[in-house]
């Protein structure tokens, strides 16, 4: 066993690098529930995300074209969603779980001609000399542009749902969609809105892990993580920047555990696999024990007529 060869600056630029793709998909989702909409379809999305991202890119020879054509990938399989829950009135649990059912059959099918290729690299940002600064430097100015957009997402999502109109009908939309509907706001529409906007976050999160954090295509390649993002947004109280605190908290585990198994620690590799999910999970419940409640029309199906 051997920590020394732990280099604690680049577990933590690691772990930001690690985060990105929860970050993505948890943002997504919070928006989505903040309207009153429980997808449970986040792992689908976020795969089909993947391979459309990653196919793209490698056809066109461009990263940036291939995560947007992941954002419209995932934004076009949420359509179905909404169509199953908004317009037929679909159960919003069951439509969720066969949408992640049908993501990974859908993306093995896509990915077959593109197994062990490698995709165009994403350049990352040039911060010039601040780079060199001795340790804030390789932790803050060393990443892919998608890494600083995500922080960015959580940021602009917090002041839109606080401080403005849109974010207001949207939180109303959430809280209670007869009084909303009575109102004169098209309740459909917005959550439609929602349900596009957390699909793509979504692809674009899936598209973060087969381009930049694994940069390969393989069948089912997001493990989970649109699961730990759903309950990231449950956890973290549907406050954006809680989201970002445990999607970081989350992937430096993650990070951590992948850091000690290569240093030979004497713990079993399952317990250390399984030790991200446990410990993000464990902390967040400690931290929503003053949770406010959840939006009073979530998982709710409204109904046009009432």
Avoid at 20 to 41: D, H, K, M, S
Avoid at 59 to 85: C, D, N, Q, W, Y
Avoid at 119 to 136: C, E, T
Avoid at 162 to 172: E, P
Wanted: charged content about 10%.
């Amino acid at each position: 066993m051997d920590l020394s060869a732990i280099n604690p600056i680049l577990l933590i630029a690691a772990l930001m690098s690690a985060a990105t793709p929860i970050l993505l998909a948890a943002t997504g989702e919070l928006v989505a529930e903040r309207a009153g909409v429980l997808n449970l379809g986040v792992e689908g999305m976020m795969i089909v995300g993947a391979i459309c991202g990653f196919a793209i890119a490698v056809e066109t020879g461009s990263p940036v074209v291939g995560f947007i054509a992941a954002a419209l990938g995932g934004a076009m399989l949420s359509l179905l969603f909404a169509f199953l829950t908004q317009v037929t009135l679909a159960n919003q649990v069951a439509s969720g779980l066969a949408l992640t059912l049908f993501g990974l059959g859908l993306s093995a099918l896509l990915g077959q001609g593109y197994v062990g290729i490698k995709p165009p690299r994403m350049p990352d940002v040039n911060f010039g000399f601040l780079a060199d600064i001795p340790v804030i430097g390789p932790i803050l100015f060393s990443h892919d542009p998608i890494l600083y957009f995500g922080i960015g997402l959580v940021a602009a999502v917090w002041a839109a749902l606080k401080f403005t109109r849109a974010g207001l009908v949207l939180r109303a939309v959430g809280e209670n969609h007869d009084a909303a509907h009575a109102l004169g706001y098209k309740v459909v529409r917005i959550r439609t809105l929602a349900i596009m906007f957390g699909g793509a976050c979504a692809g674009m999160g899936g598209a973060y892990i087969s381009l930049i954090r694994v940069p390969q295509w393989t069948e089912g390649m997001t493990a989970g993580v649109g699961w730990i993002a759903l309950a990231l947004v449950v956890f973290a109280s549907w406050k954006p920047w809680r989201v970002l605190l445990g999607a970081y908290l989350f992937g430096g585990i993650t990070q951590l555990q992948l850091n000690l198994q290569g240093a030979g620690v004497a713990i079993p590799v399952e317990y250390l696999a399984m030790s991200p999910y446990v410990i993000t999970i464990v902390v967040l419940v400690i931290l929503s024990a003053d949770k406010s409640a959840a939006p009073g029309s979530l998982g709710r199906t409204f109904h046009a007529s009432s």
